[in-house]
């Protein structure tokens, strides 16, 4: 088994295109279909499905892909074992992250990264909770950060940070005369715009909705969007209200968009998980990277509560 046949896998796997895996690994793109044609026929399985837009593993390719990069991890560290050549931290890392990490932790993060490690590029995707464990249960991501977790084997877990959930309403004279304050009495008369499925705010609002006496037969709803930028547009367009992590919410409040109420009589908070493959053999850059984010959130943390020393 060729190691360049596994690199061709893998590269054609991370980028899902055979002519950007040429791209990257400086080969035409019928060699790069000849190296995973001659792998296949090797293990006797089909690795790859193609489609008019995309490529996508076959359960025998999720099975053999962890497999594929520790042996080329493998080959990197003897030869850095024999050679002693100088150990630069390079590479491109794939994280998958929903709407709220993607938006208000990812940018300060990446800037932050840049800072001390130069050669480290990322590659971010975002959807809702569900599709980011599924970006890292099919390997499209190497590091995904979601709203919730699930009960899965293969996903590793480690909480990062919490959010509390807040209602947001226009900004009009009718919320305005609350001050600051909405008894959960009130609820029922309101107009809501709610998250779609899949999404941990969508979740844990409906976890909140539950403790504050609202379900579906008492909700007026009258729109569900996908995104959080789009909930909160709807909102302080007079659209209605909604539940929205207070992180996502602060932009709109400062900039007196809409207004925000808490409800402190019930638990409001909210959980943010880092998830990876347990089978998955992650290179030096995306390693860094993980342990990089859960300290950074770390401090970001400990700087809520109080300054850092």
Do not use: W
Request: hydrophobic fraction near 40%.
């Amino acid at each position: 088994m060729k190691t360049e046949f596994l690199k061709s896998f893998v590269a054609v796997v991370e980028s899902k295109s055979f002519s950007v895996a040429a791209k990257r690994m400086f080969l035409s793109q019928p060699a790069i279909s000849t190296h995973i044609k001659q792998l296949e026929e090797e293990l006797g399985v089909q690795l790859l499905t193609r489609s008019t837009k995309n490529v996508h593993l076959t359960e025998a390719g999720l099975s053999f892909y962890p497999y594929a990069q520790r042996l080329i991890l493998t080959e990197s560290e003897a030869m850095f074992a024999l050679h002693g050549r100088k150990n630069t931290l390079k590479g491109t890392v794939q994280i998958s992250a929903s709407s709220v990490p993607a938006n208000y932790i990812l940018p300060d993060f990446v800037s932050y990264m840049g800072n001390k490690y130069q050669d480290i590029c990322f590659r971010i995707m975002e959807g809702d909770s569900s599709e980011v464990i599924k970006d890292v249960l099919h390997f499209d991501a190497e590091i995904g950060i979601c709203g919730f977790s699930i009960q899965n084997k293969k996903c590793l877990y480690e909480e990062l940070f919490s959010d509390d959930i807040v209602l947001i309403t226009p900004k009009d004279p009718y919320f305005s005369q609350f001050s600051g304050r909405i008894q959960p009495e009130a609820l029922p008369s309101l107009r809501f715009i709610t998250r779609e499925m899949g999404s941990g705010t969508g979740i844990a609002a409906h976890n909140l909705e539950h403790s504050l006496g609202l379900s579906d037969r008492n909700m007026n709803i009258v729109a569900q969007v996908d995104g959080t930028q789009l909930l909160k547009r709807t909102v302080a367009a007079g659209v209605g209200c909604a539940f929205i992590s207070k992180l996502a919410a602060m932009d709109y409040v400062k900039a007196g968009k809409v207004l925000m109420f808490e409800f402190p009589e019930v638990n409001c908070k909210r959980s943010f998980y880092i998830v990876h493959h347990r089978e998955r053999i992650l290179d030096q850059a995306a390693a860094i990277t993980l342990n990089e984010l859960s300290e950074f959130c770390k401090k970001r943390n400990r700087k809520k509560e109080g300054p850092l020393s």
